[in-house]
T-cell receptor, first 111, second 112 residues
Framework: DGGITQSPKYLFRKEGQNVTLSCEQN?????MYWYRQDPGQGLRLIYY???????QKGDIAEGYSVSREKKESFPLTVTSAQKNPTAFYLC??????????FGPGTRLTVL | SQQGEEDPQALSIQEGENATMNCSYK?????LQWYRQNSGRGLVHLIL?????REKHSGRLRVTLDTSKKSSSLLITASRAADTASYFC????????????FGKGTLLTVNP
């Protein structure tokens, strides 16, 4: 999975809880991304960051938050405001050619 | 928004046959990329084709791009059971970032 790690692999959330998904890369890439994938669907962009201390909303940012304090790390917090968070979450980074490298994903389930 | 649409949604073939998947899009692109995803895993980059390119090859993979028709195709020749996966096209519109817009994918099943 190309030098990107995500943890945990499985995560369970109770109603009203915030949870944080970890994403770390050792590829020295500037840009990082968070996607959400629902069953049988493609990827939808939640947030992306092109450089440390900067990030932008993607297509479905409501109910999510991110930070980018270090080049290697781009954690995603799923807040209680996200009403339907059960999904597969994928983190990616890209090289200067624009090819994206993906982590193995975190499967989040709301109990 | 998902502006890349793959066709067909699902494809089932026998080992040794060729598999062709198509992707259409609506707006201009800087490049178009194809990815593969095994069930429950992350995506793996296959090929990137730029808007000024018409065809690219990588091993048993061949990608074509027709910008006048806003479409691309991925051909897998001599398919193997291990090629069973979902295949996604993703477009980059250029500008100041490398953001990708993904389609919903084609689920390819290669029967031994």
């Amino acid at each position: 999975d190309g030098g990107i790690t995500q943890s945990p692999k499985y995560l369970f959330r109770k109603e009203g809880q915030n949870v944080t998904l970890s994403c770390e890369q050792n590829l020295n890439h500037d840009a990082m991304y968070w996607y959400r994938q629902d069953p049988g669907q493609g990827l939808r962009l939640i947030y992306y960051s092109q450089i440390v201390n900067d990030f932008q909303k993607g297509d479905i940012a409501e109910g999510y938050s991110v930070s980018r304090e270090k080049k290697e790390s781009f954690p995603l917090t799923v807040t209680s405001a996200q009403k339907n968070p059960t999904a597969f979450y994928l983190c990616a980074s890209n090289d200067i050619r624009g090819e994206q490298f993906f982590g193995p994903g975190t499967r989040l389930t709301v109990l | 928004s998902q502006q890349g649409e793959e066709d067909p949604q699902a494809l089932s073939i026998q080992e040794g046959e060729n598999a062709t998947m198509n992707c259409s899009y609506k707006t201009s692109i800087n490049n178009l990329q194809w990815y593969r995803q095994n069930s429950g895993r992350g995506l793996v980059h296959l090929i990137l084709i730029r808007s000024n390119e018409r065809e690219k090859h990588s091993g048993r993979l061949r990608v074509t791009l027709d910008t006048s028709k806003k479409s691309s195709s991925l051909l897998i020749t001599a398919s193997r059971a291990a090629d069973t996966a979902s295949y996604f096209c993703a477009r980059n519109s250029g500008g100041s970032n490398y953001k990708l817009t993904f389609g919903k994918g084609t689920l390819l099943t290669v029967n031994p």
